[in-house]
């Protein structure tokens, strides 16, 4: 089975990890089994904690359901649920700066009207 060696910034923390990944296991399964404390909440792709910004190398995450294609496509990734597919570099992301970036964009646009307008009602 092929091993793949992840090296992650953890930019909150300011340090840096290495450790390797059978290709068949989750990135953060496999560092958290190696001692490696990464930033969680979920465990199942739906939340974007776990975010990372994919530096150098490839992953395969089918089941990142809480990250945008959008965001896949420019390199964001969710380590919970992430399989390397190479050597990775990598860097974690504030998981509020990754929710401004997969849904700002439906935001401050004023109050969401449902139906009639309020004054309406």
Known sequence: MPYHTIRV???QKDTYHSFS???DRYIL?????QGVELPF???NGACTTCAVR???GELYQPEAIGLSLDLQRKGYALLCVSYARSDLEV???DEDEVYELQF???FGRGRVKIGLP???E
């Open 9 to 11: 910034y953890n930019r």
């Open 104 to 106: 700002g964009r439906h």
């Open 41 to 43: 909440s979920c465990r």
């Open 29 to 33: 399964h496999s560092a958290e089994n």
């Open 21 to 23: 990944v059978p290709d």
């Open 91 to 93: 860097e974690t992301q």
């Open 54 to 56: 994919v530096l150098s």
């Open 118 to 120: 309020l004054d309406e």
